[in-house]
C-alpha cells in the first residue's frame, strides 16, 4: 500500500442495527446495541443488572 497525501471520508450508510443483523432476535440485537452505545452512562457495563 503506498502512502499519498490524499484524504478519504468513510461515510457510514444510515441503516439500523436491525437491518444489519438481520439474523439476531431482538434480545440480541438490544445486547449489540447496549454495547455499541457511545454515552458512557447508558453503556451496558455501566448499567446495574
Known amino acids: ?3 499519498s ?4 471520508y468513510l ?3 444510515k441503516t439500523s442495527l436491525r437491518h ?3 439474523m439476531g432476535d431482538q434480545g440480541f440485537t438490544d ?3 447496549h454495547l455499541l452505545e ?4 447508558k453503556h451496558l457495563l ?4
Do not use: G
Not at 457511545?38 to 452512562?41: A, Q
Open 11 to 13: 461515510i457510514p450508510k
Open 38 to 41: 457511545v454515552n458512557p452512562k
Open 20 to 22: 444489519r443483523l438481520p
Open 1 to 3: 500500500m503506498q502512502e
Open 31 to 33: 445486547f449489540v446495541s
Open 46 to 49: 455501566h448499567l446495574k443488572l
Open 5 to 8: 497525501s490524499r484524504l478519504e
